[in-house]
């Protein structure tokens, strides 16, 4: 090369490498459809994520309730169990309670005989201990002469006119009435009280 000869400059454009470079970072670049893509996928993705939540929420939703109706079905098959033990012996004790009856009027009659004391004792002891026993399985009687008439536990068999009670009360009782527990095997028998007719009342005075 001469002296006087000038260097060629070469111009950065004219760069076989820096084109190359160029080239290179504008595949590495995303393209406006590529960027749409992706973000329709992430879309995609959220809205797959929300249906499986939603998805989530009702099973365990519906589990909880499951779960509730279950612990239901628990209790009240503990409670009818409970209530079966409770009351498996109703038909056994409606059954005896007809000798209770009897063994009650061979007592209230031999006391009005004379020298049957022995037979009387012993005909009671006998009910007593039959009674002692019918307790164990919870049956209990309730009084009722002198009490106000309650139609869920007597069963009104005559109808006095007196002023020796107050108007609907129990007169006199037939028969005992009976609980197993707190259920009502057996209604009382009874007669009820009503006021005296005033054309009575004028006789009388």
Do not use: C, W
């Not at 309730?65 to 409770?86: D, G, S, T």
């Not at 009490?147 to 009360?169: C, G, I, N, S």
């Not at 057996?186 to 004028?202: D, F, G, I, W, Y």
């Amino acid at each position: 090369m001469n002296k006087g000869e000038k260097k060629k400059i070469s111009i950065h454009g004219d760069n076989p490498k820096n084109e190359k470079s160029e080239e290179s970072a504008l595949e590495g670049k995303p393209s406006e459809v590529e960027k749409e893509g992706k973000e329709n996928e992430i879309e995609e993705l959220k809205k797959r994520l929300e249906e499986k939540e939603k998805e989530a929420k009702e099973n365990y939703d519906r589990f909880l309730r499951m779960a509730a109706e279950l612990e239901n079905y628990k209790k009240r098959a503990a409670k009818e169990k409970e209530e079966y033990i409770k009351y498996a012996h109703e038909d056994l004790i409606r059954a005896i309670l007809p000798f209770v009856d009897n063994l009650e009027r061979a007592v209230n009659h031999a006391e009005k005989v004379v020298d049957s004391g022995v037979l009387v004792e012993g005909v009671r002891l006998t009910l007593q201990e039959l009674l002692s026993t019918l307790n164990k399985f919870g049956l209990s009687s309730f009084n009722s002469v002198g009490q106000p008439f309650d139609p869920t536990r007597h069963e009104a068999m005559l109808v006095v006119e007196t002023d020796q009670h107050e108007p609907d009360h129990v007169v006199e009782e037939f028969q005992k009435g009976y609980f197993l527990h707190d259920r009502l095997i057996r209604p009382a028998m009874v007669s009820v009280s009503k006021p005296l007719q005033k054309e009575t009342q004028a006789l009388e005075s």
